[in-house]
Each structure stands twice: as structure tokens, then as C-alpha cells.
């Protein structure tokens, strides 16, 4: 960088890390940064997956947080942080000319189009293309009710389960590391 980091930049650095003893050797290090390309291309195609079915069912602010939010925010996110690092992946795709660069450029443009086409019908018919289904759900009554309440419960304890071990984990490696250096 030829730049002075600005707060942001050293935010982003306090989160990643990079000399953290948790990232491995280099080549765990690169497997683990391609799992995490990986893990955003995944997370790129369902957030797209997911605003194409909102917009089936007529939905309007859903589809658009999903694209925004879910896609194309850990993008620009991924871009900015390259870009401040001096690396601009545009021209890394370019200069490639992958086929795979060109055929997830090409899926993501057709899953747009056919999200905004879907969410056009509702606006011109006036109708989703498919009713979504009315599910009445009191908490603690029925099947469904009963089920919300323990998704909710179990978030929860889901939650709580990874700050313990989460923790825990953080201890025991701090403990490792110190009998090793002493």
C-alpha cells in the first residue's frame, strides 16, 4: 500500500488477522483463503437463489436486501479490500480470460435478469407468479408453532455453545502456546 491506512483500512486489519498464528502455514494458509473464495461464491449464488424465489412469490424488498445485502455487499467488501492492498481483481479476471470467470459473470447477470423479470410480472399483473402459501402459526400451538419455538430456543443455545466453545478453544491454545514457549 502506498497509501496511509485509513481507520478503515485498520479496522479491516484488526479483523483479519493475518499474523495470527490461526491462519497455518503457507499452504494452509492459501487453502484456507480458498475456502473462504469459495465459501463467498457459494454465499454470491444462494443470496441470488434466494432473492430469484422472494421474487417468485411477489415479494419486492426482500429480493433487492438479498441481492444488496447477501451478494453484492461481501463483494464490494472483497473488492475494496483488494483494491486498498494493490490488487485489482478485475484486471486479474481480465488478463485471465478464465472460463469460469466468464461463466459466473454470465450466471449472476441471467440470475439478476430473471429476478427483476419475476418481480416486474408482480408489479405489471398486479399477482406473484405463484401465491405463496398462508401458514398460520401461533406460538406454542400446533406443529408449526411448536416448531418456531424450539428454532428460536435452539438458536440460542447454538449461540451460547459457540461463544463457550469459542472461548474455550481461545484458552486452551493460549495455554498450548504458553508451555511450549516456557
Known amino acids: 500500500m502506498t497509501r ?13 488477522d493475518l499474523d495470527s498464528p490461526a491462519y497455518g502455514d503457507e499452504r494452509e494458509r492459501s487453502v484456507f483463503m480458498e475456502s473462504n473464495a469459495f465459501g463467498l461464491t457459494i454465499g454470491l449464488y444462494a443470496g441470488l ?3 430469484f424465489i422472494a421474487a417468485v412469490f411477489g415479494l419486492f424488498l426482500l429480493p433487492v ?9 461481501p463483494s464490494l467488501a472483497a473488492l ?7 490488487v485489482n481483481p478485475q484486471k486479474l479476471a ?8 466468464m461463466l459466473g459473470i454470465f450466471v449472476f447477470g441471467v440470475g439478476m435478469v430473471v ?32 416448531m418456531a419455538q424450539g428454532a428460536v430456543v435452539g438458536g ?8 463457550i466453545g469459542g472461548v474455550h478453544g481461545y484458552r486452551k491454545a ?3 502456546r504458553d508451555v511450549h514457549e516456557g
Not at 156 to 163: F, K, N, P, S, W
Request: hydrophobic share 45%; glycine share 14%; proline share 6%.
Open 65 to 73: 436486501t438479498l441481492l444488496v445485502l447477501t451478494t453484492m455487499l
Open 49 to 51: 437463489v434466494g432473492a
Open 174 to 176: 493460549n495455554r498450548m
Open 94 to 101: 481480465e488478463n485471465a480470460g478464465a472460463r469460469s470467470t
Open 115 to 146: 429476478t427483476f423479470a419475476a418481480m416486474a410480472y408482480t408489479v405489471f399483473a398486479g399477482q406473484p407468479l405463484i401465491s405463496p402459501p398462508q401458514f398460520g402459526v401461533t406460538p406454542g400451538e400446533g406443529f408449526f408453532g411448536g
Open 80 to 86: 475494496w479490500y483488494a483494491k486498498r492492498r494493490g
Open 156 to 163: 440460542m443455545i447454538g449461540g451460547a455453545g459457540a461463544i
Open 4 to 16: 496511509k491506512p485509513s481507520r478503515l483500512d485498520r479496522a479491516a486489519e484488526r479483523i483479519m
